[in-house]
């Protein structure tokens, strides 16, 4: 089970009370009164929110609690969701050699350059990320279209080459998705 991890950030009165009932909840509790205890804390945990009375620019996984007083089972649905959300956030993004896939937009990205992809062409990029060596037509067809591999279509060809056509385009990169002898290959 993943620790989740709940670090209260300059709101002592909310630390109390989360403490009082910490061996009713889920999480790890913890206090940081200043930026240098927020930071250290931050470089020891995975999965984290911070939880403050105000909004800090320079905090992220912040979850603000502006409006107090707050039902504590209210509180603890928002801390859920809030988990929930970073979770969801980070099983988003697959990165594969210089790029971010997006997989909740569906777009590509390198630095600030983004490309709108089918949701076809993503499951393409995972299936060949995946793999070592190059994968053959017949295992593309089963496994991302689920033909069977008897059956004589040209839509695997067809749909990489218009892939790599639009990567190039816009990232112009040639390299991405190499073809090989005997299948693709992202290189």
């Known amino acids: 089970?993943?620790?989740?991890?709940?670090?209260?950030?300059?709101?002592?009165?909310?630390?109390?009370?989360?403490?009082?009932?910490?061996?009713?909840?889920?999480?790890?509790?913890?206090?940081?009164?200043?930026?240098?205890?927020?930071?250290?804390?931050?470089?020891?945990?995975?999965?984290?929110?911070?939880?403050?009375?105000?909004?800090?620019?320079?905090?992220?996984?912040?979850?603000?609690?502006?409006?107090?007083?707050?039902?504590?089972?209210?509180?603890?649905?928002?801390?859920?969701i809030e988990f929930l959300k970073i979770q969801f956030n980070s099983q988003s993004?697959?990165?594969?050699?210089?790029?971010?896939?997006?997989?909740?937009?569906?777009?590509?990205?390198?630095?600030?350059?983004?490309?709108?992809?089918?949701?076809?062409e993503i499951n393409i990029i995972k299936y060949l990320s995946k793999s070592n060596k190059p994968v053959g037509i017949d295992e593309l067809q089963e496994n991302v279209w689920s033909y069977q591999s008897d059956i004589e279509t040209h839509t695997v060809e067809t749909h990489i080459y218009r892939l790599r056509k639009k990567i190039l385009n816009t990232f112009n990169d040639n390299e991405f998705i190499v073809s090989r002898k005997n299948g693709y290959q992202i290189k």
Do not use: G, W
């Open 1 to 80: 089970m993943i620790i989740q991890n709940l670090i209260i950030y300059k709101f002592n009165s909310l630390y109390h009370i989360l403490e009082e009932l910490c061996l009713e909840l889920n999480f790890k509790i913890t206090f940081a009164d200043n930026q240098i205890s927020l930071n250290e804390k931050i470089k020891n945990y995975n999965n984290y929110i911070i939880i403050s009375d105000k909004k800090y620019s320079n905090i992220d996984n912040q979850f603000v609690l502006e409006n107090t007083p707050i039902n504590i089972s209210n509180l603890l649905e928002k801390i859920n």
């Open 93 to 120: 993004h697959v990165e594969i050699n210089s790029y971010t896939i997006d997989l909740n937009s569906r777009e590509m990205l390198i630095d600030t350059t983004k490309l709108k992809l089918t949701e076809k």
